[in-house]
C-alpha cells in the first residue's frame, strides 16, 4: 500500500514515461485491429441487410445480444477456449463493434434519397457503380459517425482486457489497483481519454475530407447517441 | 463443451446459490448497486437535462456529455478511486471506486437525452401550455417531463444494461457482486467457474434489459415517443 503518496507522483510519471508511451501505443494498436476487423465483418452484414430487409432483424438481434453481454463476461466466456490471449481480448472487442457499425452503415445508406438514386440510374451508372460512387460516399457521414463511437467504445474497453490479456493502458491500471498506487491508474485513466478524443477527431477530420460536400452544410452528429439504439430488441 | 457442463452443472447445484457468498446474495449485491447507481445518476442528471432544455442554458455541455462520457474509461475511475476510498473512506473500500465510476458512467448518457427530450418537445405545446396560464414549473414538470419521459426510460435501459456489466469490474478492488465468481476464477484460472460466472452476469443483464423494455411498454407505451429515434429506425426500415 503507498498510502502515504501524492495523488499524482510527478517523479514516478517521468520514470516511467517511456512505458507509458509503449502502452498507449499498444491500446492504439489493440483498438485499430478491433474496429478494423469490426468493419470488415460489419460493412458486407450492413449492405446484406440494406438490400434484403429480412436479414436486418436477425443480424441486428445477433449483434444486440452481443453487445448486451457484459464485456468482462464475454472475455470469461471465451477464456476456457482461446486462452488468456491477445486472440480473446480482440474476439470480445470486434463482437462489441458489430452493432454499432451495422445500425450506423445500414441507417447511411438509408438516408440516401431516392430521387439521387434515380438520377445516378437515368445517368446510366451500373448498380455496382452506382452503390460504391453514389451511394457509399452519401452514407459516408453516418457511417463515419459510427466508427468513431465504436472507436471510442473500444479505447475504453480495451482497458478491461488487461485482466485477460495485454490490456495497453489497462495495465497500468492493474498496476495502480494491486499497489493502490493512483498515480499509473489516473494516469492511464488520462492517457485512454487522451487517446480516445484523440482518435475520435481523427476520424471527424477524416470524414470531412473525404466528404467535403458536407463541410457547407451544417453537418451535425445524430442528436441522439445512436448506443441509444443499440439495447432495444428488434420490433416483434 | 466440457467446460460448459461443469459451468451448469456448478449453476444448477443448489448449494452454490445460498449463503453469504452464494449466487443469490452476490446477484442481490449487483442488483442492489445498480439500483442505487441509477436513482443517483437520476437524482443528478434529470433535474439539471430539464433545466438546460428549458432555458437553453448550458446546451453545448448537454449535448457533449455523453460523448465525453464515453471516453472515460470506467475500470481507470475505479481503480484512481481506489487508493483515495482507502485513504479516506476506510469502510467498505470496494465499495466506493465502484459506486462511483458507476454513476460517473450513468450520468453523462442520461444527461444529454434529457436534454434532447426537452429540446425535442414541440414548441407549439410548450406555448399552448404558457398561452392557458401555466407557470415555468408547471410547463417543465406537467408537460416537458412527460413528453420526455420516453426517451428517458429508453435511455435509463441502455445506461442499466452498461452499469450491471460494469459492475463486475468492482470485484478487482474487492466489491462483491456477480464479477466476483469471474474474477476469482481468472485468478485461479478455473475454466468452468469463469464460464458460470459469466453465464450468471450475462443473463442478468439479459434480464434486466426485458424487465426495462417490459416496463418501458407498459409506462409509455406509444412506441417511440421520442422523436429522434423513431425516425432513425424508420430511415432504417426496420
Known amino acids: 500500500m503507498r498510502l502515504a503518496d501524492p495523488l499524482v507522483d510527478w517523479g514516478w510519471l517521468g520514470q516511467h514515461l517511456g512505458q507509458l508511451i509503449h502502452l ?3 491500446h492504439l494498436e489493440l483498438t485499430a485491429i478491433a474496429v478494423g476487423i469490426g468493419i470488415v465483418i460489419a460493412f458486407p452484414l450492413a ?5 434484403h430487409g429480412r436479414v436486418y432483424g436477425p443480424v441486428s438481434a445477433v449483434a444486440s445480444l452481443l453487445y448486451t453481454i457484459p464485456a468482462l463476461a464475454l472475455f470469461a466466456f471465451l477464456v476456457p477456449y482461446t486462452g488468456l490471449t491477445t486472440l480473446t481480448a480482440e474476439v470480445g472487442l470486434v463482437s462489441y463493434t458489430l452493432l454499432i457499425l451495422i445500425r450506423n452503415t445500414v441507417a447511411g445508406l438509408a438516408s440516401v434519397p431516392d430521387d439521387i438514386k434515380e438520377a445516378a440510374r437515368g445517368m446510366g451508372y451500373t448498380r455496382r457503380q452506382q452503390f460504391w460512387q453514389v451511394e457509399v460516399p452519401l452514407a459516408m457521414p453516418v457511417i463515419i459517425a459510427g466508427v468513431r463511437i465504436a472507436t471510442v467504445t473500444t479505447i475504453g474497453l480495451v482497458t478491461v482486457t488487461a485482466l485477460i490479456a495485454e490490456g495497453g493502458l489497462g495495465a497500468y491500471i492493474l498496476l495502480g489497483i494491486q499497489q493502490a498506487f493512483a498515480t499509473p491508474a489516473l494516469a492511464a485513466a488520462v492517457g485512454s481519454v487522451v487517446l480516445a478524443v484523440g482518435a475520435d477527431l481523427l476520424l471527424l477530420g477524416a470524414q470531412r475530407a473525404l466528404t467535403p460536400w458536407t463541410r457547407r452544410s451544417k453537418t451535425q452528429a445524430l442528436p441522439i447517441d445512436p448506443r441509444e439504439l443499440v439495447a432495444r430488441a428488434p420490433k416483434g | 463443451m466440457e467446460v460448459l457442463r461443469q459451468a451448469l452443472s456448478w449453476i444448477f447445484t443448489t448449494a452454490n446459490w445460498w449463503g453469504p457468498a452464494g449466487i443469490l446474495a452476490r446477484t442481490w449485491e449487483h442488483v442492489q448497486m445498480v439500483g442505487e447507481v441509477l436513482a443517483i445518476a437520476l437524482v443528478l442528471a434529470v433535474p ?5 432544455g428549458h432555458k437553453g442554458r448550458g446546451a453545448f455541455l448537454a449535448v457533449n456529455a455523453a460523448g465525453i462520457g464515453r471516453a472515460i474509461p470506467s475500470f481507470g475511475v475505479i481503480a484512481f478511486v481506489f487508493p483515495l476510498a482507502i485513504r479516506y473512506l476506510p469502510c467498505n473500500i470496494g465499495l466506493w471506486p465502484t459506486l462511483i465510476a458507476l454513476v460517473v458512467l450513468a450520468v453523462p448518457p442520461l444527461l444529454t437525452n434529457t436534454y434532447v427530450a426537452v429540446r425535442g418537445v414541440d414548441p407549439d405545446v410548450v406555448e399552448a401550455a404558457r398561452g392557458v396560464g401555466m407557470s415555468e414549473l408547471q410547463v417543465l414538470l406537467g408537460v416537458e417531463l412527460p413528453l ?3 426517451l428517458v426510460l429508453d435511455t435509463l435501459r441502455v445506461v442499466a444494461v452498461q452499469v450491471v456489466a460494469t459492475a463486475t469490474l468492482g ?8 464479477g466476483r465468481f469471474i474474477v476469482d476464477a481468472l485468478s485461479v484460472n478455473n475454466g468452468p467457474h469463469l464460464l458460470a460466472g459469466a453465464l450468471l452476469v450475462a443473463a442478468l443483464a439479459l434480464l434486466v434489459d426485458l424487465v426495462f423494455a417490459g416496463l418501458i411498454r407498459v409506462v409509455a407505451p406509444s412506441p417511440a ?3 429522434p429515434i423513431s425516425r432513425t429506425r424508420a430511415a432504417v426500415g426496420s
Open chain 1, 24 to 26: 498507449a501505443l499498444q
Open chain 2, 48 to 52: 439539471v437535462g430539464m433545466l438546460v
Open chain 2, 171 to 178: 470485484a478487482e478492488v474487492g466489491w462483491g457482486g456477480l
Open chain 2, 225 to 227: 415517443a421520442g422523436r
Open chain 1, 47 to 51: 449492405v446484406l441487410s440494406y438490400r
Open chain 2, 148 to 150: 420526455a419521459a420516453p
